[in-house]
């Protein structure tokens, strides 16, 4: 439910052709809609963006980019920002990912979904990028503090619980705490080390496309990112 997508993998990757394809499409799957999101804001229709997006793909897989990688000198995140760039500036010479890979996607896109939220993205295409990746990396934090809950590791009502991780109004802590069946100092404990546990999932996850050592400046710059 939660691939591993560390440095480590895609450097593990090399070991083959069919595990290198099947590590990177695990790891395009994840991270696509920033891809997307930066391919709208610099001025690709939606046709074009998605082709973008499948083209870039496959144009990795193609070129075997994992060898070229080396987690000390940059980020994931700049890396594909980076790749991005130079697809669409040659955009005319590679004209679709559809003509290039015949008709097949490298991963399936829900683009409907992504242009419902490009309004809220800035128009600037790199700011939109980080953003849609911050929030892939929150969306994969918060996913995995849901099934702790879900597993019974942790206490409480987790539909309550997670409201209060969201922008909308979350209920009063006497509200939450009759729903989760605790006293409001219990509830409130409880929360505050849900908190500290998501905060753990959030560097848990930047340092899965980042330097571990690089992964505190990673999640603040993020951070800003969603703030911005």
């Known amino acids: 439910m939660f691939p591993t997508t560390r440095w480590t993998l895609v450097l593990a990757s090399q070991e083959g052709a069919e595990n290198r394809r099947a590590a ?3 790891l395009f799957a994840i991270y696509w809609r920033p891809v997307y999101v930066c391919a709208r804001r610099k001025g690709l229709d939606p046709a074009r963006a998605e082709d973008a997006v ?12 994992p060898a070229r990688l080396d987690p000390a000198k940059g980020r994931l995140r700049g890396y594909l920002k980076a790749a991005l760039d130079h697809y ?16 097949q996607p490298v991963v399936p896109l829900e683009t409907l979904a992504a242009e419902r939220e490009l309004a809220a993205t800035p128009e600037a295409p790199e700011a939109a990028f980080d953003r849609e990746w911050a929030l892939t990396v929150m969306e994969r934090a918060l996913a995995r503090l ?8 942790r206490k409480g009502d987790v539909e309550t619980v997670l409201r209060f991780f969201r922008p909308d109004a979350a209920p ?5 705490a009759a729903a989760c069946g605790m006293s ?10 849900a908190r500290a546990r998501f905060r753990e999932l959030l560097k848990e996850q930047v340092a899965d496309t980042t330097d571990g050592a690089d992964a505190d400046k990673e999640l603040e710059q993020l951070l800003q990112a969603l703030r911005s």
Do not use: C, M, T, W
């Open 24 to 26: 990177l499409e695990q």
């Open 54 to 65: 499948q083209g870039l793909f496959l144009q990795l897989l193609e070129r075997d980019f």
């Open 88 to 103: 669409v500036i040659n955009l005319h010479e590679k004209e679709s990912a559809l003509k290039r890979g015949g008709g």
């Open 146 to 153: 849901r099934s702790e809950y879900e597993a019974g590791r």
């Open 172 to 176: 009063s802590y006497a509200e939450a």
């Open 184 to 193: 409001v100092p219990q509830f409130k404990a409880s929360l505050h080390r």
